[in-house]
């Protein structure tokens, strides 16, 4: 694992974009595994501005989102796609026809799922898979379990989860309760993972994910068997573990 220490958010998210800046940089036509949720916001702001700049190239890219809920469709303005559009694909010029995402409107589990595989397979896995990281460990919607889950899965959110999801619905109770989501095996497939983190409120998953034992139920640990792991936390995110340092 190599860590890079931030002093913020803001120095979170320009630290992560210039590492995936130079992914773009030295191969136009790569593969990056993309995440949503707050962490990332920051770094996809990043990555606009350079392109805006005229720094950045986005038109060979290929991306492979880590997740969609279950039973929002693309449009809707709460569900990943949507996510992705409004905060990287629209102002980047990227062929959206090159972007993957999960469909959430597909019933059929088992098919979604071999699909997807079957995508992040035929790319050789991403060449830069990027992560948050839930309070509970998750990455992507891999919850802590017994297992590890090797590919694209159906998981039943759990209630911190939902919990943590809640802020973006009318109300909690418009959440929905399950997701497609990568599996551990095909993030562990990409050459590069980074993982951004910030906030007192990580800290507990940063310990337990990075400085413990690996195990399934903190699902970030496994990432300390990865052999180009890039960890980028602010001193929040690493209050609990300055010791360790």
């Not at 770094?43 to 991306?63: C, H």
């Not at 303005?77 to 992705?84: E, I, K, L, R, V």
């Not at 034992?213 to 180009?228: E, M, V």
Request: proline share 5%.
């Amino acid at each position: 694992m190599r860590l890079i220490r931030a002093e913020n958010y803001q120095d979170v998210s320009r630290k992560a974009a210039n590492i995936i800046a130079a992914q773009i940089q030295l191969k136009p036509y790569c593969v990056l595994g993309l995440a949503t949720g707050s962490s990332p916001v920051g770094t996809y702001r990043e990555l606009i501005a350079k392109f805006e700049a005229g720094d950045l190239d986005f038109s060979q890219v290929k991306t492979v989102n880590l997740d969609e809920y279950v039973g929002l469709p693309k449009d809707h303005d709460q569900s990943y796609a949507y996510f992705m559009r409004t905060n990287l694909f629209d102002h980047v010029n990227i062929d959206q026809a090159n972007c993957n995402i999960p469909d959430g409107m597909n019933p059929d589990t088992e098919g979604e799922c071999a699909r997807y595989d079957a995508i992040i397979d035929g790319f050789g896995g991403a060449d830069l898979q990027l992560l948050g990281l839930g309070p509970n460990g998750h990455i992507g919607f891999n919850e802590p379990a017994e297992a590890f889950a090797k590919g694209t899965n159906k998981v039943a959110l759990t209630d911190s989860t939902i919990d943590a999801n809640a802020r973006f619905f009318a109300s909690r109770d418009d959440v929905p309760t399950h997701a497609y989501t990568m599996g551990i095996g095909s993030i562990m497939k990409a050459k590069r993972v980074l993982l951004v983190v910030n906030g007192v409120k990580k800290a507990q998953a940063v310990k337990d994910c990075f400085f413990g034992p690996i195990r399934p139920q903190a699902p970030g640990s496994i990432l300390q068997l990865h052999p180009d792991f890039i960890l980028v936390a602010d001193e929040d995110a690493l209050s609990l573990v300055r010791d360790l340092l």
